[in-house]
């Protein structure tokens, strides 16, 4: 027979198990409305979410009671659960929601960093090509085409003697 404390344990255990994965799912259900779009990755996530609960329960019961499933196991998952979700899943959901907008702000100011510097890298090697390659090959190809226009009379003046 286990100790009253160890019984204690084994509760508190189970609560935490509640709230851990009352957690998970807040998580879940932001990433969720945020990333999948689509119904197949939708399925994937589920499935995800439901064996990564699976995994942290079995853990977590593992350690609390050496894997026994009892009555009062179901009772402290609820409890934990529900405790959750009264008290902390509109805080945690809130404060996920702005992490993901901070988040995505963040990315997007990456992004127009990233082609501001591209744009000062590259904007000498375009101005250079407008204002000197592009030129030159224009002139080089009047030259081209006078020095072919100069062959052609001289070829022609010297056949006809």
């Known amino acids: ?27 879940y259900r932001v990433t969720k409305g945020v990333v999948c779009q689509r119904k197949v ?10 064996v990564i609960s699976t995994l942290v329960v079995f853990f ?9 499933v009892r ?7 609820l409890a934990g659960a529900l405790a959750y979700i009264k008290l902390f899943s509109r805080p945690v959901v809130t404060i996920l929601l702005r992490l993901i907008a901070l988040i995505k702000k963040a990315a997007a100011l990456v992004v127009k960093l990233t082609k501001f510097i591209w744009l000062v890298v590259t904007y000498p ?4 090509k407008n204002t000197i390659i592009i030129p030159i090959g224009y002139l080089g190809m009047a030259c081209t085409k006078t020095l072919g226009y ?6 022609s003046l010297f056949k006809k003697e």
């Open 71 to 77: 009555f009062y196991v179901v009772i402290g998952v």
């Open 1 to 27: 027979m286990q100790s009253l404390s160890s019984q204690f344990f084994a509760f508190g255990v189970t609560v935490l198990m509640g709230i851990t994965v009352g957690t998970l799912f807040d998580f």
């Open 41 to 50: 990755f939708a399925y994937l996530g589920d499935l995800l979410f439901w």
């Open 150 to 155: 100069i062959k052609h009379k001289l070829d």
């Open 125 to 128: 090697l375009i101005l250079a």
């Open 60 to 68: 977590l019961l593992l350690i609390g009671n050496w894997g026994e």
